[in-house]
């Protein structure tokens, strides 16, 4: 039998990816895991994140018997991928910065990506934006502190505004800016914020139904829904459990210690 699509994140910002699988995949069964241990992953270093990214996928693969891996994580994935792919015997979708769709959507030619401090650093971010939005103004723009308003609202508490206008002060200054990349999966999760927050009418662009669709292309054997599905954590945060259940993982566990 098929086991089920493994979705991992540092936190809970895979749960955005989550959704759009749950659109494509209705019927099939899923495990979350997430690194809140060590979260967040968007300030640490590179070397570190590699090592520490394949050690808690193997053991979640181990726990969960999974056969399909979602790295739903643009810090992970524009890192990791490789040595993921290397180290693990299933195929391994990874999550990286929707670049291409939002230069195709930006009438201005002026976009922003909105990303972690690592992800916006990164080679291979350069070079998505190298490759399909050459002709653009691409502004890159580090906004670390909304992955923990989005953990907070996802824990029940509530978004602090103020943290979401400083982090989009560089997007609300730039008038000729139309179209943002939320390249990091918690920030679709604060989506009503953000529109809240800003000035203007902006296209929003994430990369959860393009992952969705190579998801279902990857997929080995779709396993059925059964029971209830699990979410895996490194550290315990009962907190956490009414935001995952309402994503449909009503068991809780903790992850072996990795
Ligand atoms: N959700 C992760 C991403 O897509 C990052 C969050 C973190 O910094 O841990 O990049």
């Known amino acids: 039998m098929a086991g089920p699509v493994l979705v991992f994140d540092s936190g809970v910002g895979g749960l955005s990816v989550v959704r759009s699988l749950r659109q494509h995949l209705p019927e099939t069964a899923m495990a979350y895991c997430c690194d809140n241990a060590m979260m967040p992953y968007g300030i640490r270093p590179d070397d570190w994140l590699v090592q520490r990214i394949v050690a808690v996928c193997a053991a979640a693969v181990d726990a969960t018997s999974a056969d399909t891996l979602v790295v739903a994580c643009n810090t992970a994935s524009t890192l990791a991928l490789n040595e993921l792919r290397e180290r693990l015997a299933l195929p391994v979708v990874g999550t990286?910065?929707?670049?291409?769709?939002?230069?195709?959507?930006?009438?201005?030619?002026?976009?922003?990506?909105?990303?972690?401090?690592?992800?916006?650093?990164?080679?291979?971010?350069?070079?998505?934006i190298d490759s399909y939005a050459p002709h653009c103004r691409v502004k890159k723009v580090a906004a670390d502190a909304l992955?923990?308003?989005?953990?907070?609202?996802?824990?029940?508490?509530?978004?602090?505004?103020?943290?979401?206008?400083?982090?989009?002060?560089?997007?609300?200054?730039?008038?000729?800016?139309?179209?943002?990349?939320?390249g990091c999966t918690h920030f679709p999760l604060l989506l009503p914020w953000l529109d809240e927050v800003m000035p203007r009418a902006i296209t929003w662009i994430d990369s959860g139904d393009a992952i969705a669709r190579r998801t279902v292309q990857v997929m080995q054997q779709p396993d059925a829904r059964q029971g209830a599905q699990c979410a895996w954590l490194t550290a315990s945060s009962p907190a956490l459990e009414p935001g995952l259940s309402r994503f449909g993982f009503d068991a809780v566990r903790q992850l072996p210690k990795v």
């Open 96 to 128: 990286v910065p929707a670049i291409k769709p939002a230069a195709l959507a930006s009438r201005s030619g002026c976009l922003a990506l909105l990303a972690t401090s690592a992800t916006v650093s990164r080679p291979y971010t350069q070079r998505l």
């Open 147 to 182: 992955v923990t308003q989005a953990e907070h609202q996802l824990a029940g508490r509530a978004v602090d505004l103020e943290v979401v206008r400083h982090a989009l002060a560089p997007l609300i200054d730039d008038p000729l800016v139309d179209t943002v990349v939320l």
